[in-house]
C-alpha cells in the first residue's frame, strides 16, 4: 500500500527566507507525486507534480519540487516566502497499480502542513 | 473556464437523516472524483466516477454512495448520518480517467455538520 509522510505539522518563516516544506513517501513502483495547497474554507489547489523526467518540477506562484529517489523525497520549495503563502500543503502521491496497469484516481494524500510565514 | 462547482457549500443536517451532495467538473472533463477531509483522519479517497460507472472505491461504509450523469456531472449520497460524517467533502474532476498521471482539479467543497 502507500502512503505519504509530512514529518512537520508546521513550518514558520520569515517573509523573504526560503520555505521548504517536506514529504516522504512510500509506493510499490514508479510514484506520481503532487503538491496542493488549501487556503482557509477552500478547496485544493494544485502547485505542481513529478511524473518523469527532471527531478526539479517548477509550478505555480514559484513553488518548486525536488525528487529524490533514494530519499524517496518530494520537498517542496520557494526561494522566497510570501506572507499570502501562508496555508495548507499536501503532498499527494498516485501509483500504478500492477494488476490493472492504471491507480483509477484515488490520490493517497499526507496530513498535511501549516506553512504560517511572518511579515 | 469555469471550475468545479459544488453545491451547496454548507449543511446542518441531524443524526439519520439523509443528504445529497452535488458536483459540476470543469467543463469537458470526464471523470469525478470525491474525497473526504475530516481534521481527524485528513483527506481520504471515497469513489472515482468516469462515464457514469464507477471505476474505483475507498474504504468507507455502503452509506456513502454516488452516481454520474451523463453530462459528467455527479452527486454522491450518505444515508443514516452519523457524527462522524461531519466532514468537507471536496470534489475533484480531470479530463480523463484519473490515471497515475493525470492532474485532479478540486472545487471548494461543501461543508456538511451533523448534529
Known amino acids: 500500500a502507500q502512503s505519504v509522510a509530512q514529518p512537520e505539522d508546521q513550518v514558520n518563516v520569515a517573509e523573504g527566507n526560503p520555505l521548504t516544506v517536506k514529504c516522504t513517501y512510500s509506493v510499490s513502483g514508479n510514484p506520481y507525486l503532487f503538491w496542493y495547497v488549501q487556503y482557509p474554507n477552500r478547496g485544493l489547489q494544485f502547485l505542481l507534480k513529478?511524473?518523469?523526467?527532471?527531478?526539479l518540477v517548477k509550478g505555480s506562484y514559484g513553488f518548486e519540487a525536488e525528487f529524490n529517489k533514494s530519499q524517496t523525497s518530494f520537498h517542496l520549495k520557494k526561494p522566497s516566502a510570501l506572507v499570502s503563502d501562508s496555508a495548507l500543503y499536501f503532498c499527494?502521491?498516485?501509483?500504478?497499480?500492477?494488476?490493472?496497469?492504471?491507480?483509477?484516481?484515488?490520490?493517497?494524500f499526507g496530513q498535511g502542513t501549516i506553512l504560517t510565514v511572518h511579515p | 473556464k469555469a471550475g468545479v462547482t459544488q453545491t451547496p457549500r454548507y449543511l446542518i443536517k441531524t443524526r439519520g437523516q439523509q443528504v445529497t451532495l452535488s458536483c459540476s467538473p470543469i467543463?469537458?472533463?470526464?471523470?469525478v472524483s470525491w474525497y473526504q477531509q475530516t481534521p481527524g483522519q485528513g483527506l481520504q479517497f471515497l469513489f472515482e466516477?468516469?462515464?457514469?460507472?464507477?471505476?474505483n472505491k475507498g474504504n468507507f461504509p455502503g452509506r456513502f454512495s454516488g452516481r454520474q450523469f451523463s453530462n459528467s456531472r455527479s452527486e454522491m449520497n450518505v444515508s443514516t448520518l452519523e457524527l462522524g460524517d461531519s466532514a468537507l467533502y471536496l470534489c475533484?474532476?480531470?479530463?480523463?480517467?484519473?490515471?497515475?498521471?493525470?492532474?485532479?482539479?478540486f472545487g471548494p467543497g461543501t461543508r456538511l455538520l451533523v448534529l
Open positions: 499527494a502521491v498516485r501509483p500504478l497499480d500492477y494488476a490493472g496497469g492504471t491507480s483509477y484516481g484515488k490520490l493517497t
Open positions: 467543463s469537458g472533463h470526464r471523470s
Open positions: 475533484a474532476s480531470s479530463p480523463r480517467l484519473a490515471g497515475a498521471q493525470e492532474t485532479q482539479y
Open positions: 466516477y468516469f462515464s457514469e460507472t464507477q471505476r
Open positions: 513529478y511524473i518523469t523526467g527532471d527531478n
